[in-house]
Every structure is written in C-alpha cells, then in structure tokens.
C-alpha cells in the first residue's frame, strides 16, 4: 500500500491526527493493532477531565481551548455529544501540591488561566459549600473554579474521529500489528503482520507501544498501570453532571496525596467515579500489565482518599477498571521528530494528561506533517535524558 502519511496507533492522538490529515486531504492509513475505541491502552474509561486553566504548564493552555472548539465542531457536524462543561474544581489543601510531577500545580492553574483570559472564579470555602455541599471541606483549602470545564467522553471522541477521517478518505487498517518502521530513501516503510505500507511520513501515536518501536530514545520512559474506581452512593442524583463538578483534590503535598473524580455523567456508569496517580511498579511492556482490580486496592482508594471528603460514598465498588498510561521524566509531553528520521513524528508520551489536549495536538500534527510546519519547541524529545539514538 502507498500512502502519503500513515498513523500508526489510532488511540486520543492518532484518531485525531489521522482525522486532521484527511479533512486537509491528505491521503492517509490508520493502523492499530486493536480496534478502536477500546480498552487496551490509554483512552477508556467513560470519561476524562477537561480544564482550559492548566497546571502542569501553559504551554498546554492554547491546546486546551482549541481542543474545546473542535469538539464542539465534531458535534454540530455528527450529532454526538462530545464535551460536558459540568464545571471543573481545583483543591489545594497543600501550598506547593504536586500533581502529574509538576509542583505548585494549584498556583499554575490560576496562572495559566488569568494569562489566556480563561474564565475562573476563586471561591470562598464558604460558597464552594453552599454550590457544591458533596465536598466535605477542612476549612482551610483554597478553591479554583472553572465553570467552562467538565469532561470529555474519550470513546466517542475517538470513534467519531475514525467515522469523519474514513467519510473523507483515510483507510483503517484495525487489528493490525506494527513490527516495524523503516526509514527509506523512498519514505518510511510501515511492516505489519498483514502488509507493507509505504508512507511519505508516519505519525507514531501508539502510546504504550511506542517506546518499544522507537528504541532507545525513549528508554527513559516509563508505563504506568492506573485504576479507576466507581463508588456506591446514598444518593446518586446529588452527583449528577447538572449539580456537581469534575475535581482535582489535592489534600497533602505528595505525588500521591491527591486524586480527582467526575460526576455521574449521562449515559456513564452510575456511581462515583475516581482515581488517584500511582506511580510504582512500572510495566516493562503494556502486555505485562495485570487488568484485573483486586477488592484491596478500592478498600484503599476509599480510605485514603474517599472517606470523609465526598458525603454520601459509601466503600461499596460497583466498578473497577485498571488502564496504563506513558510517563516521560518531566512529565511532560513529546512531540517531535524521530532521532532517526525527520519522516516519522513521535507523538507520545502524553503522560497522563493527554486526553484534554489530543483534538488540537491533532490539528497540530497534521499541519506539521502534511504542511511542513515546524515542530512544537515545547515538546522536544531531546530533554530529560531522552533523545539519544
């Protein structure tokens, strides 16, 4: 097969870059070795978090914001609900509070939203208790409000994607295993267990699978299994989408001294859906990962975060699901050329904070692979001691 740039890895970022190629009319192929939207790799589980003020840099805050608008296009053109701005909460119970590796997270999000007129209010615990009386609050924590966040759904974000790239000419080519990726003089060649695709460019967007297919440039990545708990509650509709927001809940310092959760959304699993970053025992490869949510790891996600923070949960799990993500040193995201060819873009790790942001890095890939725009300074694969062929 020939093509003029193949995607390989069809998850949040290569749904959306093979999507921008083929609205620009490029003629491209998609390939991943499952179908998706699936629950193999990164982008499960229902829902995810949106927030236009972001703290783990503003470099992430133009994404963010173009990301709402394309969605916001994708559903006025298919007719499916993409983006719910249910509102998004930040707690900072810990001055100086990490989270997704960046310290001072809180302060950064302000500070990103008042640079890029992203519209917030710091409410007053007083207040954040009379909007929102789900939250059990100390007394002490300040509170960040964005009224135009909430919560994208990552299946139908994808899928619908796939629909509108495959309206406009790209192929999928789905269970399908890439073994290897070969600069050429003629281009890249693409081998998979079926075929040979012989593409101008490639876009490497298979998230976990990545680093195995880029090599040791990427060593210093690490793949990180995370689980995702829904909680029985007393009273269900108290947190439906309408009445309570997503959240980000910072209440220690540490790395994991926080987590974040989401209100029943329509057509989500019932119950109180949240999780929390974990960070040890990294996966040598996504195969390696154990799927299965033992009752021990809920029983602790509710005693150490859950109890007495969010009235009405009780420690009853109606779901678990674990999932991995790919974490670069600084937590941060790559997106940059190849060490070994400028013809291949390496658009990974997103570092579990990715979803957010895939709809405009898709845009962005597109415009520099198909346009020959240069690629973004920010995310350089030559950083953290990684880059070295």
């Given at each position: 097969?020939?093509a003029?740039?193949a995607?390989?890895g069809l998850g949040?970022?290569g749904s959306?870059?093979?999507?921008?190629?083929a609205r620009?009319?490029?003629?491209?192929?998609?390939?991943?070795?499952f179908?998706?939207?699936?629950d193999?790799g990164?982008?499960h589980?229902?829902?995810?978090?949106t927030?236009?003020?972001?703290g783990?840099?503003?470099?992430?805050?133009p994404l963010?914001i173009?990301?709402?608008?394309?969605?916001?296009?994708?559903?006025?053109?298919?007719?499916?609900?993409?983006?719910?701005q249910?509102?998004?909460m930040?707690?900072?119970?810990?001055?100086?509070?990490?989270?997704?590796?960046?310290?001072?997270?809180?302060?950064?999000?302000?500070?990103?939203?008042?640079?890029?007129?992203?519209a917030?209010?710091?409410?007053?615990?007083?207040?954040?208790?009379?909007?929102?009386?789900?939250?059990?609050?100390?007394?002490?924590?300040?509170l960040?409000?964005?009224?135009?966040?909430?919560?994208?759904?990552?299946?139908r974000?994808?899928a619908?994607?796939?629909?509108?790239a495959?309206a406009l000419g790209a192929?999928?080519?789905?269970?399908e295993?890439?073994?290897?990726i070969?600069?050429e003089?003629?281009?890249?060649?693409?081998?998979?267990d079926?075929?040979?695709v012989?593409?101008?460019?490639?876009?490497?967007a298979?998230?976990g699978?990545?680093?195995?297919?880029?090599?040791?440039?990427?060593?210093?990545?690490?793949?990180?299994?995370?689980?995702?708990?829904?909680?029985?509650?007393?009273?269900p509709?108290?947190?439906s989408a309408?009445?309570?927001?997503?959240?980000?809940?910072?209440?220690g310092?540490?790395?994991?001294?926080?987590?974040y959760?989401f209100?029943i959304?329509?057509g989500?699993?019932?119950?109180l859906k949240?999780?929390?970053?974990?960070y040890?025992?990294p996966?040598?490869r996504?195969?390696a990962?154990?799927r299965?949510?033992?009752?021990?790891?809920?029983?602790?996600?509710?005693a150490?975060?859950v109890?007495g923070?969010?009235?009405?949960?009780?420690?009853?799990t109606?779901?678990?699901t674990?999932?991995?993500?790919?974490?670069?040193p600084d937590?941060?995201?790559?997106i940059?050329?190849h060490?070994?060819?400028?013809?291949?873009?390496?658009?990974?790790?997103c570092s579990?904070h990715?979803?957010?942001h895939?709809?405009?890095?898709?845009?962005?890939?597109?415009?520099?692979?198909?346009?020959?725009?240069?690629?973004?300074?920010?995310?350089?694969?030559?950083?953290?001691?990684?880059?070295?062929?």
């Open positions: 097969m020939r003029d740039v995607v390989v949040a970022m959306a870059a093979l999507y921008q190629l620009a009319g490029v003629k491209a192929v998609g390939i991943d070795r179908a998706p939207p699936h193999r990164s982008s589980g229902e829902t995810r978090i927030r236009c003020g972001v783990e840099g503003e470099a992430y805050v963010a173009r990301s709402h608008a394309i969605w916001r296009e994708l559903e006025a053109e298919t007719g499916t609900d993409l983006l719910l249910c509102g998004f930040a707690i900072d119970g810990a001055p100086g509070a990490e989270f997704h590796g960046k310290p001072s997270f809180f302060e950064c999000t302000r500070g990103g939203a008042e640079r890029f007129g992203v917030y209010e710091d409410l007053s615990i007083d207040e954040a208790r009379r909007r929102f009386p789900q939250f059990h609050f100390r007394g002490d924590e300040r960040y409000y964005e009224p135009g966040g909430g919560l994208v759904y990552p299946e974000c994808i619908v994607q796939l629909h509108v495959r192929e999928l080519c789905l269970n295993q890439v073994l290897n070969v600069p003089s003629a281009g890249v060649l693409v081998e998979t079926r075929q040979r012989l593409a101008d460019r490639v876009v490497l298979a998230g699978w990545t680093p195995a297919l880029v090599g040791e440039a990427l060593a210093p990545m690490r793949l990180l299994r995370q689980v995702l708990h829904w909680f029985a509650l007393e009273e509709a108290v947190y309408d009445r309570f927001p997503t959240f980000i809940w910072a209440h310092s540490g790395p994991q001294e926080n987590f959760g209100p959304a329509p989500a699993t019932g119950g949240v999780a929390t970053e974990q040890q025992c996966l040598e996504p195969e990962m154990d299965n949510v033992v009752a021990s790891e809920s029983t602790a996600m509710f150490d975060h109890a923070r969010l009235r009405g949960a009780r420690a009853e109606i779901k678990a674990a999932c991995f993500y790919t974490q670069a937590s941060d995201f790559v940059d050329c060490p070994m060819s400028e013809r291949i873009a390496v658009v990974s790790a579990g990715g979803f957010k895939s709809a405009a890095v898709g845009e962005l890939v597109a415009a520099w692979i198909g346009q020959g725009s240069a690629p973004p300074k920010d995310f350089a694969l030559r950083r953290a001691g990684m880059g070295a062929a």
